[in-house]
């Protein structure tokens, strides 16, 4: 076996870890080594990605069509393909031949871009003519409806001076520029963004939305810049940055507490969206503390309003002070827009956190935001969820029906959530500035890329991941090509084993770090990396010492039985309430010290088409509990999680844990008892 390394990656790392000032990089063994960060020393030499004056992205995102979903991650873009995604042009009034982005008269707001951007990219990966036709028909028009000044779409959003619905239209021009090489989307972006040029300074982004998300509409002008070098992009990037609102400063202040329902700084979809922001402009300013802006922003409201699993945190609409227990929603599109966020951080950024903060919501929350067969959705999930029925009775910001499932209500959602599952799986593998590639989300997949000296490979990744330990990797390769592989091990890992082609890979690889295998890969190269997943107990102090379990990338909630009533829709396409048919109120037997002595594995299967429901679901645990009877109902919510220890009453027994995700009725934040 012959080993590679070479001085100038070695160089490049430390050169980058010295830039980004953290973290350290080990040389573990002979044949392999860790980095916290990727390189970032010059372009990659087969992708398009930053061009100067940006900075290098560590990673560069493949072209869509490079990964192929595989096993449970294809099942859940077929489910969307048959579920409401697929038919929503048949089920929402918002994607009807009457709509604006049609007449360029009527009212065309963000419903179209929003379901069309996931949708399309879901009809590229599936490769369904079908989608493809129906995306292509929309962005016709679309392509068709530029005006002599640059400007696209319903005149009404013109006239309002509201670029926002737009920000979400240009990507899915990209994406599908990226599959046909539609010069016509080139032509559209680069005259509309004369149109943003010429608009007075004053009068961009004057406010609402589009000023809350202008980091959006910045990612698409460096999108455009990679591809054309046009100079007065780099401008209209700075203008941008400061026509739109400050996600720079902290987003959690004493004023907007007093503010809390008026300021859009604690709108959920906002900071998700907004978190992001500095980071992107990082790209061109090159100031460090845009980056440091991101980690101590995310931290601040995640310390006060996510000590919750599933990692989200509680703004059932806004974020409001004194909610932040676990039985505060998060917005379907909060989820999909801060995994979409976390996924550009890691290619900015090459930082691994944001891997796992994506894969924490991606396997935990977002599953659970939709019925199994994905027909149908709701506006919030929580963490501790005990009745999805369609009354008022839930202290959340907004009133009226929230937590059922239906594929008619829920009007952003009902169509954001396109683009979760298929922005997902085309983040799984990145390619690297050392023209490698990085397998940084991990799910069955394959990649098809050019490495190295630009010879064509194939990996295809063999795993039941998010619910097994090891992922197996096979490399099809025309030639024998030198290339690093990246392998991202999850924050949670411990005793991480790699093999190359049955041979232990010498070293040690910390959770957090990558572990960089870089030598001649031949065809048929077989790659082992196992991440024994072990019990862990988490303790919430801020909710009274409640406890989570979790076991490897998988948070786990109580199994309560489900009774679905249906309550409204259409046989074809119904919506649904779900009420528990069994109690809730159990507190845990637990030591977070020695989580084995009171929970175990009670079972493991092989993940069903659908892994995320409860009668499918691939593990199992069982734990030992104790009823508490003062923890009762208030309304149709589970009552706020009581102080740890709680007094319990009647003998232990044991309950089962399901992953969290494929519970719709749950309690996940438990207190904790005695014996
Ligand atoms: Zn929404």
Redesign the pocket.
Known sequence: MRTLLVPGLILSSFLLLALIGSGSARRPGPESRTVRFPPASHPNAHYISNRPPLTVSPLVKLPIGSVEPRGWLLSQLQLMRDGFTGHLNEISQFLKDDSGWITLKARGWEELPYWLKGYGDLGYLLKDPGIRKETERWLNYVLKSQQPDGYFGPADNKAASDLWPNMVMLSALQSYYEVTGDRRVISLLSRYFQYQYHIPVENLLPGSWQKLRGGDNLESVYWLFNRTSENFLIDLGRRIFERTSDWTSPILTPDRDKNWAESGYYHG?NITMGIRQPSVYYQQSREWKYLDAVDRNYRQFMDEYGQQPGGMFGADENIRPGKADPRQGA????MVEFMASFESLLKITGDPVWADRCEEIAFNSLPASMTPDLKALH?LTAPNLVSCDSSGEHDFQNRGTLVSYDPWN????QH?VAFGWPYFAEHLWMATSDNGLAAVLYAPSAVNALVGDGAKVAIIEETFYPFGDHADFTVGTERPVEFPLYLRIPGWALQVRIEVNGREVGGEFAGGDYAVLKRLWRHGDQVRLEFPMKLKVTSWPRIGNAVSVQRGPLWYSLRIGEEWKRYGGTDAWPAYEIVPTTEWNFGLLVNPANPGATIRVASQKTPAYQPFAPAAAPVVLKARARRVPGWQAEGRMAGPVPMSPAEADGPAEEIDLIPMGCARLRISVFPTVRK
Do not use: G, I, K, Q
């Open positions: 979809v917005e379907t599109c909060s506006y829920y009007r952003c959602c954001n």
